[in-house]
Protein backbone atom coordinates (compact mmCIF):
# COMPACT_ATOMS: atom_id res chain seq x y z
CA UNK A 1 0.00 0.00 0.00
CA UNK A 2 2.14 3.08 -1.65
CA UNK A 3 -0.87 5.71 -0.58
CA UNK A 4 -0.31 8.70 -2.72
CA UNK A 5 2.21 9.12 -5.01
CA UNK A 6 3.59 11.83 -7.48
CA UNK A 7 6.17 11.29 -10.76
CA UNK A 8 7.84 13.27 -11.42
CA UNK A 9 9.84 14.39 -7.51
CA UNK A 10 11.77 16.93 -9.11
CA UNK A 11 11.79 18.93 -12.80
CA UNK A 12 12.99 21.94 -14.67
CA UNK A 13 11.32 23.49 -17.87
CA UNK A 14 11.82 26.27 -19.97
CA UNK A 15 9.17 29.27 -20.43
CA UNK A 16 6.64 27.65 -23.09
CA UNK A 17 7.48 24.10 -22.54
CA UNK A 18 4.74 21.73 -21.54
CA UNK A 19 4.42 18.78 -18.96
CA UNK A 20 2.02 16.58 -17.00
CA UNK A 21 2.56 15.41 -13.50
CA UNK A 22 1.15 12.16 -12.06
CA UNK A 23 -0.96 11.77 -9.36
CA UNK A 24 -1.46 8.10 -8.17
CA UNK A 25 -3.27 6.32 -5.29
CA UNK A 26 -4.38 2.71 -4.08
CA UNK A 27 -6.81 3.51 -1.48
CA UNK A 28 -9.80 3.56 -3.48
CA UNK A 29 -10.29 7.37 -2.68
CA UNK A 30 -12.90 9.14 -4.74
CA UNK A 31 -11.83 12.77 -4.20
CA UNK A 32 -8.81 13.89 -5.34
CA UNK A 33 -6.95 17.43 -5.28
CA UNK A 34 -4.06 19.50 -7.47
CA UNK A 35 -2.80 22.25 -4.78
CA UNK A 36 0.19 24.11 -5.26
CA UNK A 37 2.39 25.63 -2.75
CA UNK A 38 3.80 28.86 -2.17
CA UNK A 39 5.99 31.00 0.34
CA UNK A 40 3.88 32.58 2.31
CA UNK A 41 0.57 31.40 0.58
CA UNK A 42 -0.46 28.66 2.23
CA UNK A 43 -1.53 25.74 0.05
CA UNK A 44 -3.64 26.91 -2.62
CA UNK A 45 -6.21 24.35 -4.57
CA UNK A 46 -5.73 24.45 -8.52
CA UNK A 47 -7.97 21.63 -9.28
CA UNK A 48 -9.86 19.02 -7.69
CA UNK A 49 -12.01 15.69 -9.09
CA UNK A 50 -15.24 14.30 -7.11
CA UNK A 51 -14.76 10.82 -8.91
CA UNK A 52 -13.63 9.20 -12.05
CA UNK A 53 -14.39 11.46 -15.19
CA UNK A 54 -14.78 14.66 -13.33
CA UNK A 55 -13.11 17.89 -12.47
CA UNK A 56 -13.79 21.43 -10.98
CA UNK A 57 -11.70 24.15 -10.89
CA UNK A 58 -9.95 25.43 -7.33
CA UNK A 59 -8.63 28.67 -6.31
CA UNK A 60 -5.98 29.39 -9.07
CA UNK A 61 -6.88 26.97 -12.28
CA UNK A 62 -5.43 28.96 -14.92
CA UNK A 63 -2.45 27.87 -16.96
CA UNK A 64 -3.58 24.20 -15.62
CA UNK A 65 -5.84 21.28 -16.82
CA UNK A 66 -6.58 18.20 -14.90
CA UNK A 67 -7.64 14.81 -16.33
CA UNK A 68 -9.44 11.96 -14.44
CA UNK A 69 -9.60 8.70 -16.81
CA UNK A 70 -9.05 6.52 -14.17
CA UNK A 71 -10.10 6.55 -10.85
CA UNK A 72 -6.74 5.87 -9.20
CA UNK A 73 -4.71 8.63 -11.10
CA UNK A 74 -5.26 12.31 -11.22
CA UNK A 75 -2.95 14.30 -13.87
CA UNK A 76 -2.09 17.97 -13.84
CA UNK A 77 -0.52 19.54 -17.40
CA UNK A 78 0.80 22.70 -17.82
CA UNK A 79 0.36 23.34 -21.36
CA UNK A 80 2.61 26.33 -21.81
CA UNK A 81 5.01 26.86 -18.46
CA UNK A 82 5.62 30.16 -17.12
CA UNK A 83 7.45 31.33 -14.20
CA UNK A 84 4.94 32.14 -12.02
CA UNK A 85 3.85 28.42 -12.18
CA UNK A 86 7.18 27.51 -9.97
CA UNK A 87 6.47 25.87 -6.93
CA UNK A 88 6.26 22.80 -5.17
CA UNK A 89 2.97 20.77 -6.36
CA UNK A 90 1.10 18.27 -3.78
CA UNK A 91 -1.81 16.04 -5.55
CA UNK A 92 -3.92 14.63 -2.19
CA UNK A 93 -6.65 11.93 -2.15
CA UNK A 94 -9.75 11.75 0.07
CA UNK A 95 -11.95 8.61 0.68
CA UNK A 96 -15.32 11.59 1.02
CA UNK A 97 -15.52 15.51 1.18
CA UNK A 98 -14.60 16.16 4.72
CA UNK A 99 -12.33 13.00 5.30
CA UNK A 100 -9.01 13.24 6.05
CA UNK A 101 -6.60 14.22 2.82
CA UNK A 102 -3.73 11.77 2.24
CA UNK A 103 -1.16 14.16 0.64
CA UNK A 104 2.17 12.71 -1.75
CA UNK A 105 5.31 14.01 -1.37
CA UNK A 106 5.12 17.01 -3.71
CA UNK A 107 6.83 17.70 -7.19
CA UNK A 108 9.19 20.87 -7.26
CA UNK A 109 8.75 22.58 -10.47
CA UNK A 110 10.90 25.20 -11.43
CA UNK A 111 10.29 27.34 -14.62
CA UNK A 112 13.17 29.81 -16.06
CA UNK B 1 -13.81 32.60 0.01
CA UNK B 2 -13.41 32.01 3.87
CA UNK B 3 -10.23 33.06 4.94
CA UNK B 4 -8.17 31.44 8.00
CA UNK B 5 -5.76 33.51 9.39
CA UNK B 6 -2.91 31.36 11.59
CA UNK B 7 -0.80 33.25 13.94
CA UNK B 8 1.92 33.07 14.41
CA UNK B 9 3.70 32.99 11.28
CA UNK B 10 7.06 31.66 12.78
CA UNK B 11 7.77 30.35 16.38
CA UNK B 12 11.36 29.78 17.37
CA UNK B 13 11.60 28.23 20.90
CA UNK B 14 13.74 26.15 23.28
CA UNK B 15 12.97 22.66 23.95
CA UNK B 16 10.83 22.01 27.12
CA UNK B 17 9.02 25.23 26.37
CA UNK B 18 5.04 25.28 26.20
CA UNK B 19 3.60 27.14 22.85
CA UNK B 20 -0.01 27.65 21.48
CA UNK B 21 -0.66 28.35 17.83
CA UNK B 22 -4.05 29.74 16.63
CA UNK B 23 -6.50 29.62 13.58
CA UNK B 24 -8.89 32.56 12.87
CA UNK B 25 -11.72 33.40 11.04
CA UNK B 26 -14.85 35.31 10.97
CA UNK B 27 -16.59 32.33 9.16
CA UNK B 28 -18.30 29.58 10.71
CA UNK B 29 -16.86 26.22 9.80
CA UNK B 30 -18.77 22.65 10.06
CA UNK B 31 -15.14 21.17 10.71
CA UNK B 32 -11.70 22.19 11.08
CA UNK B 33 -8.71 19.79 10.92
CA UNK B 34 -4.94 20.81 12.39
CA UNK B 35 -2.00 19.16 10.05
CA UNK B 36 1.94 18.91 10.26
CA UNK B 37 4.62 19.33 7.27
CA UNK B 38 7.83 18.48 7.68
CA UNK B 39 10.68 19.63 5.09
CA UNK B 40 10.47 18.13 1.83
CA UNK B 41 7.23 16.23 2.66
CA UNK B 42 3.51 16.26 2.25
CA UNK B 43 1.21 17.81 5.01
CA UNK B 44 -0.32 15.06 7.24
CA UNK B 45 -3.58 15.05 9.39
CA UNK B 46 -2.83 15.59 12.88
CA UNK B 47 -6.44 15.44 14.18
CA UNK B 48 -10.12 16.43 13.29
CA UNK B 49 -12.66 18.92 15.59
CA UNK B 50 -16.49 18.88 14.54
CA UNK B 51 -18.15 20.40 17.84
CA UNK B 52 -17.81 23.64 18.87
CA UNK B 53 -16.31 23.72 21.87
CA UNK B 54 -14.19 20.58 21.65
CA UNK B 55 -10.69 19.79 23.07
CA UNK B 56 -8.97 16.64 22.24
CA UNK B 57 -5.54 15.77 22.98
CA UNK B 58 -2.91 13.63 21.42
CA UNK B 59 0.53 13.22 23.45
CA UNK B 60 1.41 16.79 24.28
CA UNK B 61 -0.53 18.18 21.84
CA UNK B 62 -4.17 19.81 22.98
CA UNK B 63 -6.67 21.06 20.00
CA UNK B 64 -9.35 23.17 21.11
CA UNK B 65 -12.32 24.36 18.56
CA UNK B 66 -13.98 27.56 19.66
CA UNK B 67 -17.18 27.43 20.73
CA UNK B 68 -18.76 29.32 17.76
CA UNK B 69 -17.05 27.27 15.29
CA UNK B 70 -14.62 30.57 14.01
CA UNK B 71 -11.31 29.95 15.49
CA UNK B 72 -8.95 27.09 17.00
CA UNK B 73 -5.91 26.70 18.44
CA UNK B 74 -3.21 24.25 19.08
CA UNK B 75 -1.01 23.83 22.26
CA UNK B 76 1.99 21.87 22.58
CA UNK B 77 3.49 21.13 26.30
CA UNK B 78 7.18 20.65 26.44
CA UNK B 79 8.30 20.95 23.07
CA UNK B 80 10.65 18.63 21.26
CA UNK B 81 13.08 19.26 18.36
CA UNK B 82 10.74 16.62 17.05
CA UNK B 83 7.95 18.92 16.57
CA UNK B 84 9.31 21.16 14.30
CA UNK B 85 7.79 21.55 11.49
CA UNK B 86 4.83 23.67 9.60
CA UNK B 87 1.37 23.64 11.30
CA UNK B 88 -1.27 24.31 9.10
CA UNK B 89 -5.24 24.55 10.14
CA UNK B 90 -8.34 23.82 7.15
CA UNK B 91 -11.73 24.21 7.18
CA UNK B 92 -14.68 22.77 5.36
CA UNK B 93 -17.82 25.02 5.30
CA UNK B 94 -19.97 22.16 5.16
CA UNK B 95 -22.64 21.45 2.55
CA UNK B 96 -21.80 20.34 -0.52
CA UNK B 97 -18.67 22.04 -0.50
CA UNK B 98 -15.98 19.26 -1.53
CA UNK B 99 -13.30 21.69 -0.38
CA UNK B 100 -10.96 22.76 2.40
CA UNK B 101 -9.24 26.03 2.57
CA UNK B 102 -5.76 26.26 3.81
CA UNK B 103 -4.41 29.13 6.15
CA UNK B 104 -0.51 30.31 5.63
CA UNK B 105 0.54 27.99 8.45
CA UNK B 106 2.56 28.44 11.22
CA UNK B 107 6.55 27.66 11.17
CA UNK B 108 7.88 25.99 14.49
CA UNK B 109 11.00 25.37 15.37
CA UNK B 110 12.31 23.81 18.53
CA UNK B 111 15.90 23.99 19.33
CA UNK B 112 17.80 21.60 21.10
Known amino acids: NAGVTQTPKFRVLKTGQSMTLLCAQDMNHEYMYWYRQDPGMGLRLIHY???????AKGEVPDGYNVSRLKKQNFLLGLESAAPSQTSVYFC???????????FGPGTRLTVL | TQLLEQSPQFLSIQEGENLTVYCNSS?????LQWYRQEPGEGPVLLVTVVTGGEVKKLKRLTFQFGDARKDSSLHITAAQPGDTGLYLC????????????FGKGTLLTVNP
Open chain 2, 27 to 31: SVFSS
Open chain 1, 92 to 102: ASALAATDTQY
Open chain 2, 90 to 101: AANSGGSNYKLT
Open chain 1, 49 to 55: SVGEGTT
